[in-house]
């Protein structure tokens, strides 16, 4: 439904206006806004037309009003102004992530708090299975005196700390010839056959246990057929309460019950579209359950290479400040991609 521009600018101010106060908007507040220059009486006018258009609601006779979740929708469609994140925030973001690599196991669950610190939301970010992935890439990092981290990379990125007697230069070599032969192969591919020709061009290579060979294949063998199911990291589930949507305590009793199970959690963030790379955001009803009929869900996919590899999603009311949510999440998706792009790079 096409709008004209003044009921366009009262929209976005009443939208604006009730994310920062949680409370009805009336005509006087909106006529109080300087880039607007109408009358009360003609704001009354077109938040009538508003309200009997579906965009707004009216709680009570005598209240202003709120945004319906159709409000909501369009403001996200068509309203909403870019947010511009600090620069230094974008800077010590990065700062962090790149000083994480070496905890690979860490690096998406943490992405997951820094937008729920960005954004003050309750966050949720997903990591897929294992299970016949295929792999990518393989690393072995000297990171002390007989300390070697061995990393996997297939569409996540996984890694273990060995104790083995070897310099930089073996492990370089070593790598070389574990990506040769396993670099694109899954679970069932990696045979008896295949471990031995390995085990041969080894010998001919580095000096090296079998024992120690026969670990690190075991190590890459359960990453890729590793069948637990999708993991889930779940950060400042407590913020919902915070808010006064939640302020009866049955009310905030169900919603913290919802987000603390993280089964209920894998079923609402995997409903959302998995195809694409843009910003996703499923408003009140939009997500099919009723305890989430009072918020929205906003999600994004970061990925390993070309394809998807999880979901960083937030989780907030409905009068959530969808433009910072949408640039923190875009921010954070970026940086996950370069970082984890580097490890299933050639270079």
């Known amino acids: 439904m096409d709008l004209s521009d003044r009921k366009r600018k009262i929209l976005q101010a009443i939208i604006d206006e009730y994310i920062g106060t949680a409370e009805p908007v009336g005509s006087r507040a909106i ?31 005598s209240a202003g009003r709120i945004p319906s979740d159709e ?7 068509s309203l909403m102004q870019k947010y511009k994140i600090g620069v230094e925030a974008v800077s010590q973001l990065q700062m962090i ?9 860490k690096i998406i ?51 273990q ?7 930089e230069e073996v ?43 026969i670990d690190i294949i075991h190590f890459v063998y359960d990453t890729i057929t590793d069948d637990a199911d999708t993991e889930i990291y779940v950060n400042n589930a407590k913020s919902i309460l915070k808010y006064p949507e939640y302020s009866d305590v049955e009310k905030a009793g169900k ?45 994004i996919n970061y990925s390993l290479g070309d394809k998807a590899s999880g979901k960083l999603a937030v989780i907030g009311p409905k009068r959530m400040n969808y433009s910072k949510v949408f640039a923190s999440l875009d921010l954070i998706s970026n940086e996950i991609d370069k970082i984890l792009k580097y490890y299933i790079s050639d270079e």
Do not use: W
Not at 71 to 77: L, M
Not at 161 to 167: A, G, K, L, P, S
Not at 199 to 209: A, F, G, H, K, M
Not at 273 to 298: R, T, Y
């Open 31 to 61: 006529s109080k806004k300087e880039n607007l220059g109408l009358s009360s009486a003609t704001i009354r006018n077109e938040m009538a037309d508003l309200e009997e258009m579906g965009y707004l609601i009216q709680p009570h006779t």
């Open 71 to 77: 409000g909501y929708r369009f403001y996200v469609n």
């Open 97 to 105: 992530l790149e000083n994480r690599v070496s905890q690979l196991e």
């Open 109 to 159: 669950k943490f992405a997951g708090a820094m937008a729920s610190k960005l954004t003050d939301y309750t966050t949720v970010v997903t990591a897929p299975s294992g299970q016949n992935l295929e792999i990518k890439k393989i690393d072995l990092v000297l990171i002390g005196n007989r300390t070697v981290m061995l990393i996997v990379v297939t569409q996540t990125v996984r890694n």
């Open 161 to 167: 700390v060995m104790n083995i007697d070897i310099d």
């Open 171 to 213: 492990c370089r070599k070593l790598a070389v010839i574990l990506n040769q032969k396993l670099s694109g192969l899954t679970a069932s591919e990696i045979t008896f056959d295949r471990i031995q020709e390995i085990q041969r061009e080894i010998e001919q290579t580095v000096s090296l246990s079998p024992k120690v060979l």
């Open 255 to 299: 919603i913290f019950s919802f987000l603390e199970d993280k089964e209920n959690l894998k079923k609402l963030v995997n409903s959302t579209d998995s195809s694409g790379d843009g910003i996703e955001a499923k408003i009140g009803k939009e997500n099919n359950l009723e305890i989430m009929n009072d918020c929205s869900l906003v999600s």
